[in-house]
């Protein structure tokens, strides 16, 4: 591990101060990512500003619209289990109990899982020479390499890496919004626009300015959100990554879907909004044939490589599946 100075901030601006006063410097949440890519070698923040006593650690009723408003440093663990999340935002809580170990998320925060970095095998190894994200301009070890976890969607022949987290999955179905604080204000991001597909660029991962600290998230009030699911496929029970996972959630108008939030994890370099399968699930009858039909629809121009092409059937019918539960089919 290379050498770096820590700081710890007792109030936000201290904080934002803090890392814009460095030219390589990070805040540290629950560190349960940051530190380990900094074990390994692949980052190497020269000051960690550590942001654990900032006041950002409620789960609140926004006024007026019914929403929710998650603050940034609210551990994984508390979030899957509060009251409000559990009730009107199901899909939420079940993604988040699906994620690494509970240990894991009793550190984890909410702004540090929106920025944990890919799990490709060739960004977290700095021995192998080739990756977009460490080194541009080295090439994609993936492409051509071992690819079984990579992605099918929205890629580039920059990168192929997917975005790990679950709860950034359930978000984007929720239509949820970031907000950050920099030097020069607060703004919003929707989490549709927080995360980048590679393009050019891999190593850009976000919309978010180096010194901006995201200070919460906030979640549209969404009645119908009650009625949602989360599945994770995965090659272990717990513990592992996402293969493949969905966001699902429908709002019932009579014998018919009126409308469906569908979000897919592991096929992505950010969390996928599929968009068109849910614009083929409005109006239909909730059946084998209207889900399989949406999931057709989305992956049509899915792109597999050697070792991943089993993942476009595998979203399929993990599309499926999550529909059938979501409608009360088993
Ligand atoms: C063994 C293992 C298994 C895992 N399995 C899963 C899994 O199955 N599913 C899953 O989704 N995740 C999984 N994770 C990842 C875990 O969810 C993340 O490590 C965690 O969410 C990161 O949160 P943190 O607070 O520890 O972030 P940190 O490690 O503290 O920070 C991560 C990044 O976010 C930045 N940051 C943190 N907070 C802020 C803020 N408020 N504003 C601006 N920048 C900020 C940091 O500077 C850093 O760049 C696993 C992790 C491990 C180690």
């Known amino acids: 591990m290379n050498p770096f100075t820590y700081s710890r901030a007792s109030d936000q601006q201290t904080a934002i101060n803090g890392v814009a006063a460095h030219e390589h410097a990070k805040y540290l949440g629950g560190g349960t990512n940051l530190i380990d890519l900094m074990k390994m070698g692949v980052e190497h923040p020269e000051q960690l500003v550590d942001i654990n006593r900032l006041d950002l650690t409620k789960v609140e009723q926004l006024p007026g619209n019914g929403g929710v408003r998650i ?80 992605a099918i969607l929205g890629q580039s ?22 907000r950050v604080q920099g030097p020069n204000g607060e703004r919003t991001i929707r989490l549709a626009d927080f995360h980048r597909l590679p393009g050019e660029t891999p190593q850009v991962e976000t919309n978010l300015q180096p010194n901006e600290l995201i200070t919460a998230v906030d979640l549209p009030a969404l009645p119908f959100a009650k009625r949602s699911h989360y599945l994770k496929v995965r090659d272990r029970a717990s513990y592992a990554f996402a293969l493949v996972s969905v966001a699902a959630i429908l709002e019932m108008d009579g014998g018919r879907i009126k409308s469906a939030r569908v979000a897919l994890g592991g096929v992505a370099h950010k969390p996928w909004r599929a968009h068109k399968a849910e614009q083929a699930l409005g109006g239909k009858e909730p059946n084998d044939a209207s889900f399989r039909a949406a999931a057709e629809a989305e992956l049509a121009n899915a792109h597999g490589y050697k070792y991943n092409s089993f993942k476009i059937e595998l979203t399929k019918r993990a599309i499926t599946q999550a529909l059938r539960t979501v409608a009360g089919m088993g």
């Open 71 to 150: 603050g940034a440093l609210v551990r994984n663990s508390d979030l899957a289990e509060h009251n409000l999340i559990k009730t009107n935002y199901p899909v939420l809580s079940e993604a988040l109990l699906s994620g690494a170990s509970p240990q894991l998320r009793n550190l984890a925060t909410t702004g540090g899982n929106l920025l944990q970095r890919t799990r490709c095998y060739y960004f977290y190894d700095p021995a192998f020479p080739m990756c977009n994200k460490r080194d541009p301009g080295s090439g994609c070890g993936a492409l051509e390499g071992y690819n079984r976890i990579h």
């Open 157 to 178: 022949d920059k990168c192929i890496a997917v975005h790990p987290s679950d709860m950034c999955v359930a978000m984007a179905a929720l239509e949820a919004v970031v």
